[in-house]
C-alpha cells in the first residue's frame, strides 16, 4: 500500500515544468514616427536583449525606484551596415526610457518628458 502512495510522488518529480519563455516585441515606432528598420526587444527576467538594425544586443531592467523602469548596461556586437544612424536612434532613445507599459498587442516605453517607444508583438 505504501508503494502505490510514493509512486504518484515519484512519477511527479520525472515531469519538467515549463520554463518561463522571454516575450519578443518589434519596434514600430518612436515618438510617434514610424520606424523603418527592424528593432527587437525580449524580456526574460531582469534581463532584456534583442536585435538592433544592425547589431545583437543586450542590458539590464532595472526596476528600482518603484515604479521605474529602465534598461542599462547595454552592451552591442559591432556589426557595421548602411542602418547605423538608425540603430543610434534607437539605443539613444532606449536608453532615455524610464517607465513601461503593456497591454495587450502593444508595449510602451516612456520617459518623462513625454517621449515614447511603441512595440507590438513579434515571434522569436
Not at 545583437?56 to 534598461?71: K, L, N, S, Y
Amino acid at each position: 500500500m505504501r508503494y502505490a502512495l510514493l509512486f504518484p510522488l515519484l512519477l511527479a518529480a520525472c515531469v519538467t515544468q515549463p520554463k518561463n519563455e522571454p516575450y519578443y516585441w518589434k519596434l514600430v515606432s518612436i515618438d510617434g514616427q514610424p520606424f523603418g528598420v527592424t528593432a527587437t526587444l525580449a524580456i526574460e527576467g531582469d534581463r532584456a536583449f534583442g536585435q538592433a538594425p544592425c547589431n545583437r544586443w543586450t542590458g539590464q531592467v532595472e526596476t528600482d525606484p518603484f515604479p521605474e523602469w529602465r534598461i542599462r548596461k547595454v552592451a552591442a556586437t559591432m556589426m557595421a551596415c548602411d542602418k547605423l544612424a538608425e540603430e543610434q536612434v534607437f539605443f539613444a532613445a532606449m536608453q532615455a526610457m524610464t517607465h513601461q507599459s503593456v497591454g495587450i498587442g502593444h508595449l510602451e516605453l516612456v520617459d518623462q518628458k513625454g517621449r515614447e517607444m511603441r512595440f507590438v508583438p513579434a515571434k522569436p
